[in-house]
């Protein structure tokens, strides 16, 4: 059985971090790119970062550019997100989710990614 597990949610201050995991078990985690979404209460589930699947190329949306860090650890089976300097719009519920097998291309579509975790709440606030 394919199962995410997403953890290290929680309640952050302005300008705070918190690291985000993504256990994953029932496939071969190393053949299949990841991402993180996030989805804000009444909007649309957005594209966060993706990381390929042999880990050596990743990519951020524009708003989390170079205060956001993905990272994944094949021994270990687990995706991670590491978010420093977060804002108050960086609240919300992130997901994480596993493309189709040897995926490459269009990363940021979400529609690539059959398969999803429960998610694990954000949220940024003094």
């Known amino acids: 059985q394919v199962l995410l597990v997403e953890s290290g949610g929680g309640l952050a201050q302005p300008g705070g971090s918190l690291r985000l995991s993504c256990a994953t078990s029932?496939?071969?985690?190393?053949?299949?790119?990841m991402i993180w979404a996030r989805q804000a209460p009444g909007k649309e589930r957005h594209f966060v970062a993706s990381i390929s699947w042999t880990g050596g190329s990743t990519d951020y949306a524009d708003s989390v550019k170079d205060r956001f860090t993905i990272s994944r650890d094949t021994a270990k089976n687990t995706m991670y997100l590491q978010m420093n300097n977060l804002k108050p719009e960086d609240t919300a519920l992130y997901y994480c989710a596993r493309a189709t097998l040897l995926q490459s291309r269009n990363l940021r579509n979400l529609d690539n990614y059959p398969v999803w975790g429960q998610g694990t709440q954000v949220t940024v606030a003094s």
């Open positions: 029932g496939f071969t985690f190393n053949r299949y790119a």
